[in-house]
């Protein structure tokens, strides 16, 4: 089937948390074919605001045909998508990108602020032993839909919950181990759990994010540097949208 | 019974089944599109720009959004030639449709290069690209000034095998002079607009909002520009226009032939609609069958 550009319907929207929305579509074709760490792009529905949103995959129902977007609203588009109601419709493109390459093996699962969603589909499709960490700058979301899959540890910044600091903080001060990490969050956290995997001699996955166009692997916005040399072009630039999002610690100069 | 419709348009001697193809760095060479819309249906697949070497292109971030468009400063990321010609002509020789491929360069020598080593592939028409305005060296530097941009298609027309079209910049300030240099100089057609370079600031940052802090500006909100633009041109010069600047919906596209383009360029709407192309080949069509035209060239330049 591949990708597909179509309208979805709202199924049901709440607020998780000050700025963080779960949205809830229906989406067959799309919910057919997703796995953990994929994205969609999503419209506006605004002739001025032509771009679509990347927004990762929080949950896939597979049976239902459905699909769950957790956001932070940050803008105008993010915005606009939190006064959706059940019944609304808004166009999507999907799935896009590579997700996580699952191993079953002994797994750590970091998330850090608005890279906390898409982990807890992969939570549910790996079936391992699982640690998860879970980085927040204060206010919690999601935390507790991760613990039928595994060990919730957290952090945040203002130690209002779990660990003052960050996942990193988190992993030490719990003595946190396993054979896997997997990571989605802000490129400084990123750093640090690369670094980390680094130290302890054991595989990373992490999911990376960037401004995109066409969402396709047309337009060349949404580079990041690798230390392989590309595919595509020939230089040291993967493209997110299309060869990640999910990449190889080390292929990645963060 | 419905009169059957000729939409087929000549460039350079090259026809192109229907006039419409894509700009150049919207579309890849086609391969990501090819899951949206049946590359056989495209007048033409015009390519990303390609240089003699690979270019790794521009920081990021490289994009920003604007009311009714959006501004770039890829920097022309591109395999280099010879992958190229190995990997995405091939490719494009797979399906029915004409071969423009964009060519990129930083001095007369590596537009030379190029050009040369596309003489014996399957491109039908190559489109001379002297006016990026996100590159430093070359690019416009060779679009701005009408006797640079006379000397560069004066050398790269003597040794192209294939048609060239000179693509213009809009950022200058009489683009009929432009055109005229590039017809003088024996350009085969031309295509226009480039973007219109911008700036966008970022105010939560404090920073710009794209890395190379001027970028280029494409999407609806030039359209009636790029459409003044090529009503100019297709004045002031008797080679074919390429129109392009904005093209999202069949009117769009009807405006640019109306105001004197032969062929239209979809550019920053695949990104938003990747089946933009093909609705509007098929909206073109409808509107001609509509209004009981039966040949497209009863509607280029038929705005006078």
């Known amino acids: 089937m591949g990708k597909l550009k179509m309208e979805a319907a709202v199924l049901s929207q709440r607020q998780l948390a000050a700025d ?12 057919a074919q997703a796995c953990a760490g994929q994205f969609i792009s999503v419209y506006t529905g605004d002739g001025s605001r032509l771009l679509p949103r990347p927004i990762s995959l929080c949950e896939i129902d597979r049976a239902a045909g459905t699909i769950r977007l957790v956001y932070r609203v940050v803008g105008f588009g993010t915005e606009s998508f939190s006064r959706l109601k059940e019944g609304d419709r808004m166009d999507i493109l999907g799935p896009l990108g590579n997700g996580f390459m699952k191993q079953q093996k002994k797994a750590i699962l970091v998330g850090g602020g ?4 898409p982990m807890l589909q992969l939570a549910k499709e790996l079936d391992c032993e699982k640690s998860i960490v879970l980085g927040y700058r204060d206010e919690l979301f999601l935390n507790r839909e ?13 130690g209002m919950h779990g660990v003052k600091g960050n996942v990193i903080d988190a992993i030490k001060e719990y003595g946190i181990c396993g054979d896997i990490l997997y990571a989605c969050g802000p490129v400084p956290m990123l750093r640090g759990v690369k670094a980390y995997a680094a130290e302890h001699d054991i595989s990373c996955q992490i999911s990376m994010e960037e401004k995109m166009a066409c969402g396709i692997g047309a337009c060349l916005a949404c580079v990041c540097q690798t230390t392989e040399v590309d595919g595509h072009s020939q230089v040291h630039n993967k493209r997110i949208c299309k060869d990640g999002p999910v990449f190889d610690a080390g292929e990645v100069d963060l | 019974m419905e009169q059957p419709v000729n939409t087929s348009v000549t460039i350079a001697g090259v026809t192109l089944k229907n006039p419409v193809t894509v700009a150049s760095g919207t579309f890849g060479s086609g391969m990501e599109y090819s899951e949206f819309v049946d590359l056989n249906k495209l007048g033409a697949v015009t390519t990303k720009g390609v240089a003699n070497v690979p270019w790794p292109g521009n920081p990021t971030p490289r994009i920003a959004e604007i009311h009714g468009g959006m501004m770039n400063a890829i920097g022309l990321q591109n395999p280099g030639i010879d992958m190229f010609i190995r990997r995405d002509i091939p490719f494009l020789k797979e399906f029915d449709t004409k071969i423009i491929v964009n060519v990129c360069g930083k001095s007369t020598e590596d537009y030379i290069d190029v050009v040369e080593k596309l003489s014996d592939t399957d491109a039908d028409l190559l ?4 006016s990026c305005p996100n590159v430093k060296e070359g690019g ?7 006797k640079a941009l006379y000397d560069i298609t004066k050398a790269v027309k003597a040794v192209a095998k294939q048609p060239i079209i000179m693509k213009l910049s809009p950022n200058v300030t009489d683009i009929t002079e432009m055109a005229k240099a590039a017809e003088a100089a024996g350009t085969d057609a031309v295509s226009l607009i480039n973007t219109i370079t911008g700036m966008k600031i970022d105010v939560n940052r404090r920073t710009f909002a794209v890395a190379n802090k001027t970028a280029g500006v494409s999407g609806p909100a030039i359209h009636p520009i790029a459409v003044r633009m090529v009503y100019q041109t297709a004045h002031a010069v008797k080679v074919p226009v ?4 904005g093209i999202a919906t069949t009117e769009d596209a009807l405006e640019m032939i109306m105001a004197g383009a032969t062929a239209v360029a979809v550019g920053t709407a695949n990104f938003y609609n990747p089946y933009a192309t093909s609705m509007i080949i098929d909206g073109i069509e409808e509107y001609m069958k509509k209004h009981g035209i039966t040949d497209i060239r009863q509607l280029i330049g038929c705005v006078k």
Do not use: R
Request: glycine share 12%; proline share 7%; charged share 15%.
């Open chain 1, 20 to 31: 963080i929305y779960s949205l809830v579509l229906k989406a067959d074709e799309i919910a």
């Open chain 1, 114 to 117: 608005i890279g906390i969603p």
């Open chain 1, 146 to 158: 991760f613990e039928p899959y595994g060990s919730v540890y957290i952090s945040s910044e203002d």
């Open chain 2, 140 to 146: 416009i530097a060779f679009g701005q000034n009408p």
């Open chain 2, 127 to 130: 489109e001379i690209n002297v």
């Open chain 2, 242 to 245: 390429i129109g392009m600047g």
